[in-house]
């Protein structure tokens, strides 16, 4: 008896093509990746490349007309006071919500991943995740009510006769404003939270993944709490503090709908972007801006693979 009499040839087009697919599993998987390569290449880096060339073009003074010709010019003006204070203001917003973040999440991560258990954790997940089910710009627009002049934040400070405390805080240069909702810490303490989920989940997964008999060898070792937090618990958590970072800190670089709500008036790089390709309609500029928090961030992800972050993904 024949292998054919045994196993009868399948002449179904679908038949056929599951057998191409058992013969040639690597031409198979090349033809699935396919897709999402080309949607990649085409929409994503291809939209990249066009904003980084378009970094390298220029305006006309006089017409508006942009002159397609390579030129550093554009970069250049990135260095002008004005420019180079969006750029710093942003890059120092994102460093403060990052550390600010961190140190909130924390204790909350590490009170999940010690104590609580079973049902207790799942309403930790929920807990957490429960404000990314809402819209972003319902969270906005609320913080802005509860951070308004009217709003229940100064009602509190000023039944506990602090307000003397919260004008103080908004008379400071670097902080201040007419009322928390147009102010640089209003605007921190909104990122702050939009962001805080976003460190928390990789920092409680890092200290998961610390064995509870270290902390208990390094008591047995005479260790103190704060030393076995500095040399045990700290370095096994940090680099899931740096892969929460990665979102804490890119997202606040980008955003711009919190710093164009909250905001003070002084631009974030991100309101920069849309007010140069708007109203000002200098696309090489915009895109130069645009190319900004892309450069940080590539120096940013490298360190952090450096520093094993990647892995607490």
């Given amino acids: 008896m024949t292998a054919t009499a ?3 040839s399948r002449k179904g087009i679908a038949a056929q093509s599951v057998d191409w697919m058992i013969r040639h599993p690597a031409m198979f998987t090349f033809l699935m990746v396919l897709p999402i390569a080309l949607w990649l290449g085409i929409v994503y880096i291809g939209s990249l490349i066009a904003l980084l060339m378009q970094s390298f073009f220029s305006i006309d003074e006089f017409s508006g007309v942009v002159v397609k010709e390579f030129t550093l010019a554009t970069y250049a003006q990135l260095f002008r006071q004005a420019n180079f204070d969006i750029i710093l203001r942003t890059v120092v917003m994102a460093a403060a919500v990052t550390l600010a973040a961190a140190a909130i999440a924390f204790p909350i991560a590490y009170f999940a991943a010690r104590y609580a258990r079973g049902k207790w954790k799942a309403l930790f997940y929920i807990g957490v995740m429960l404000p990314l089910w809402s819209s972003y710009l319902v969270k906005v627009y609320a913080w802005k009510l509860v951070l308004a002049k009217e709003g229940i934040l100064t009602w509190l400070f000023e039944k506990l006769h602090l307000g003397w405390l919260l004008d103080a805080v908004l008379g400071l240069p670097l902080i201040g404003g007419n009322s928390l909702s147009v102010s640089y810490l209003g605007t921190f303490i909104v990122f702050v939270y939009i962001w805080l989920p976003y460190m928390i989940i990789p920092v409680q997964a890092a200290l998961e993944r610390v064995p509870g008999a270290m902390l208990e060898a390094a008591s047995d070792l005479g260790a103190t709490p704060g030393q076995s937090f500095r040399m045990v618990l700290f370095p096994l958590a940090l680099p899931g503090i740096i892969a929460g970072s990665i979102f804490t800190f ?19 790089i991100g309101q920069a972007v849309y007010v140069q390709q708007g109203t000002a309609g ?20 490298w360190g952090a693979r450096r520093m094993g972050a990647f892995d607490a993904l």
């Fill in 6 to 8: 045994i196993f009868p």
């Fill in 250 to 268: 890119s997202l606040t670089l980008g955003d711009y709908i919190v710093p164009q709500i909250i905001g003070s008036g002084r631009l974030f």
């Fill in 282 to 301: 200098n696309i090489p500029l915009a895109a130069a801006f645009t190319v900004v928090p892309i450069v940080i961030m590539g120096f940013y992800l």
